[in-house]
């Protein structure tokens, strides 16, 4: 290239060692962390204001970090270790943190960015445009960008019609599936993926080229997902030739692209994979027609990854016939729970992968009958759930201890649309959103159902927990914690017992307060009463009406008739 020999040209003759910059340390990102009342943060936006919080559950109130007006343009999002908080404006998008406020700290230029998304581990931002076309013909036009984070530098971009990153490679632009690439092997942000039309195209990031310069081949897939923790691809291909051809499940390790397990379902309509959060169990809930090929049932298929040749259990409920409307694993654990049922009370079960008399095999724990649910939240350390009713149950909240099998509170959050647990699962927030005109604002519960305190704010968008990265702390030590875990309570107790007596000093001084508002207003009035006696007095003629001693008590009887009746005793 010429710019090459200019550039060449330009190097001096003689060798000058390089200046050594002075090293500066930057910002600690995670000062948050170090909260001395081991609170957490939280995002909220509300009209044209977005506002990150303290959530200051022993004092029952939030405390103000930070607060702007227009600071995003469509919405604010945290990075998945709550290192970063991303805004989204129209010549691209931004993120900002900091150790006391939030600075600006990386632009990503993108102009009409629409979504963004990060990496697991926050090291690459990925944006999407999509633009209409000069032809009205032609499909819409997209850009994906990817950006290393701390630089800003866009290591890899993506251009062409929606049509190519639809699922399954055909559609239109309300085919696009969020995110177009999806991040496999934890927090390593080693590969990416993306489905195509019979081919799964997989990136690996030092290059930021497909492994082996090609995409796995793979006929009529029409969805997968990786694996949270190893890097494992679930792929789903649906029945193929009227069913001559089975749909199967396959998972195909990367980046060997070796195929680990198959299994093949028959009569299949539609499929679903939820991975469990540790990449121990993945669940495939699979439609089946019936023999009339009329209706459907489902059942699901087990599959326990970490075990010798993956073994595969299917599971189907007592009426299989149930049509089943959620269906989330237990963060961490070995249970899940399904709601079930066609009426307006569906019912819920909890099952276990690990069951008492055989840890090969999956148990029902128990069924809730006829509960207004239709959403399940769990705490993200496991053993307890919200069974929310959400939309047409009006917000009913049932907060349920998985371990006793017990129902710990029920309350309500009228016309509630979102539900969030904590990083750490100790509250819960339940916020009405503006898609209601209506009680917009949000409220914070305790792990157990208390309502702590309630917020209302009008043109309510956003509530977002700041997320925590994962412990430092081995399994080991955490036992350990768990196991002498009085001994460390006992100092959080003590702190406890004096915010409940500040609490208490601080009722008994709003009572005070209170007292001595009503005295200060008897007293006024007292003042003005006796600045108008002599008025009074006046206008009675001078008698002095005011004193107690003027008024004398007399007992009046009075004799009255009530009825009055004539009767004839006798007739001559």
């Given at each position: ?22 090293y500066t340390p930057g910002e600690n990102l995670q000062k948050w962390l170090t909260d001395e009342k081991a609170r957490d943060q939280f995002v909220i ?516 008739i009530l009825d009055f009746s004539e009767e004839v005793l006798f007739e001559e």
């Amino acid at each position: 290239m010429f710019d090459d020999f200019d550039k060449y040209m330009r190097v001096p003759d003689e060798w000058a060692p390089p200046e050594i910059k002075p090293y500066t340390p930057g910002e600690n990102l995670q000062k948050w962390l170090t909260d001395e009342k081991a609170r957490d943060q939280f995002v909220i936006r509300a009209g044209t204001d977005t506002e990150v919080l303290w959530n200051d559950a022993r004092q029952s109130k939030t405390e103000l970090v930070y607060k702007r007006t227009y600071w995003t343009e469509s919405f604010v999002q945290w990075s998945p270790l709550g290192t970063y908080l991303a805004t989204v404006h129209r010549q691209g998008a931004a993120v900002w943190g900091g150790a006391n406020t939030f600075n600006r700290l990386m632009r990503y230029a993108h102009p009409q960015v629409k979504l963004i998304d990060f990496s697991p581990g926050e090291k690459f931002l990925v944006t999407y445009s999509s633009h209409e076309p000069s032809n009205p013909r032609d499909a819409n036009r997209v850009v994906i960008n990817i950006f290393d984070v701390r630089t800003g530098k866009v290591m890899r971009d993506f251009k062409g019609s929606a049509d190519e990153f639809t699922i399954g490679g055909a559609g239109g632009v309300a085919g696009v599936s969020w995110p177009v690439f999806r991040w496999g092997g934890g927090k390593e942000d080693k590969y990416f993926a993306k489905l195509g039309k019979n081919m799964i195209s997989v990136y690996e990031t030092e290059t930021f080229s497909l492994i082996d310069k090609i995409s796995l081949k793979v006929e009529n897939v029409v969805d997968f997902s990786w694996s949270p923790t190893d890097l494992i691809l679930a792929l789903f291909v649906p029945e193929l030739g009227g069913g001559n051809q089975p749909a199967r499940v396959s998972l195909v390790q990367i980046p060997s692209k070796v195929e680990l397990r198959q299994k093949n379902l028959f009569s299949v309509s539609d499929c679903k994979m939820y991975w469990q959060s540790n990449g121990e169990y993945l669940a495939v809930k699979a439609d089946r027609y019936t023999k009339t090929k009329k209706s459907t049932y489902t059942g699901f298929e087990l599959f326990r990854i970490k075990e010798r040749d993956i073994p595969i259990e299917v599971l189907e409920l007592d009426n299989k016939n149930d049509k089943i409307i959620a269906f989330a694993w237990e963060p961490k654990g070995h249970r899940f729970a399904v709601i079930h049922g066609d009426n307006p009370r569906p019912d819920i079960s909890f099952y276990s992968m690990k069951s008492s008399h055989n840890l090969g095999r999956v148990s029902k724990l128990t069924t809730l009958k006829g509960k207004q649910a239709n959403a399940l939240f769990w705490s993200p350390g496991g053993r307890f759930i919200v069974l929310a009713g959400l939309k047409g149950f009006n917000g009913q909240l049932e907060f349920f201890n998985v371990d006793e099998l017990e129902t710990m509170a029920t309350a309500e959050h009228f016309m509630a649309t979102d539900i969030e647990w904590d990083p750490t699962g100790r509250y819960v927030a339940t916020a009405v959103t503006s898609v209601h005109e209506m009680e917009n604002g949000f409220n914070i519960w305790s792990f157990h159902g208390k309502l702590l305190y309630r917020i209302l704010k009008d043109h309510f968008f956003q509530f977002l927990w700041r997320p925590r990265p994962p412990p430092f702390l081995s399994a080991e030590k955490e036992e350990e914690i768990l196991k002498y875990l009085k001994k460390y309570s006992k100092k959080y107790d003590a702190e406890d017992q004096d915010v409940s007596m500040l609490l208490s000093e601080q009722d008994r001084e709003k009572r005070r307060m209170l007292k001595e508002e009503w005295e200060k207003w008897i007293s006024e009035w007292r003042r003005a009463s006796e600045e108008e006696k002599l008025e009074r007095q006046k206008l009675r003629d001078g008698e002095a009406s005011d004193e107690e001693e003027e008024y004398e008590a007399k007992e009046v009887e009075v004799e009255e008739i009530l009825d009055f009746s004539e009767e004839v005793l006798f007739e001559e």
